[in-house]
T-cell receptor
Framework: GENVGLHLPTLSVQEGDNSIINCAYS??????FIWYKQESGKGPQFIID?????DKRQGQRVTVLLNKTVKHLSLQIAATQPGDSAVYFC???????????FGGGTRLMVKP | NAGVMQNPRHLVRRRGQEARLRCSPM?????VYWYRQLPEEGLKFMVY????????ESGMPKERFSAEFPKEGPSILRIQQVVRGDSAAYFC????????????FGEGSWLTVV
């Protein structure tokens, strides 16, 4: 079964607003997490990652938050732009494992 | 795609034919992952290979699917006697650093079985 899941299948936001995409995971042994962005007809594009010994990490316009207590991961996108429209996947990895386990994805739609 | 090259990008096969998908990882790297993505779904792990060695094939279907990564040349995912349910996008990925956690994906090969 899946270890990673998402709360919302589709998120619609206004251009310029902030977006928050959520992800729940069930395997407390996971110690590494990645967010990917996938545009139609393309491969997943790495956005940002975080290790389990951190609770927050910031990139350019993106922030990932990790709450290990409730096994929750979120991706925050500041000042959302039309180019941010895509499907976003979270993925988890076990320290001793070799594979990433993906969630089902959230579609982000940015309204101009 | 950070240098992960896949071909063909699109492949059409009739039921019963064979499909071969190729992947070259980032230059100098010797590990590849293969993932499958059905329409409107997430990516599912299939197999993890090192050159001349299969490290983890726990996600591979028991029949008709095989993967290899020879000493020379690209990694190949082979699907024999394709069925309509094999229609999907197949992605290859490579760690950014040897043995690293950060994994970069290629642009995928879209297989359509008619």
């Amino acid at each position: 079964g899946e270890n990673v899941g998402l709360h919302l299948p589709t998120l619609s936001v206004q251009e310029g607003d902030n977006s928050i995409i959520n992800c729940a995971y069930s395997n407390s042994a996971s110690d590494y997490f990645i967010w990917y962005k996938q545009e139609s007809g393309k491969g997943p594009q790495f956005i940002i990652d975080i290790r389990s010994n951190m609770d927050k990490r910031q990139g350019q316009r993106v922030t990932v938050l990790l709450n290990k207590t409730v096994k929750h991961l979120s991706l925050q996108i500041a000042a959302t732009q039309p180019g941010d429209s895509a499907v976003y996947f979270c993925a988890e990895k076990l320290n001793a494992g070799n594979m990433l386990t993906f969630g089902g994805g959230t579609r982000l739609m940015v309204k101009p | 795609n950070a240098g992960v090259m896949q071909n063909p990008r699109h492949l059409v096969r009739r039921r019963g034919q064979e499909a071969r998908l190729r992947c070259s990882p980032m230059k100098g790297h010797s590990h590849v992952y293969w993932y499958r993505q059905l329409p409107e779904e997430g990516l599912k792990f299939m197999v993890y290979l090192q050159k001349e060695n299969i490290i983890d094939e726990s996600g591979m279907p028991k029949e008709r699917f095989s993967a290899e990564f020879p000493k020379e040349g690209p990694s190949i995912l082979r699907i024999q006697q394709v069925v309509r349910g094999d229609s999907a996008a197949y992605f290859c990925a490579s760690p950014r650093d040897p043995g690293g956690n950060t994994i970069y994906f290629g642009e995928g090969s879209w297989l359509t079985v008619v």
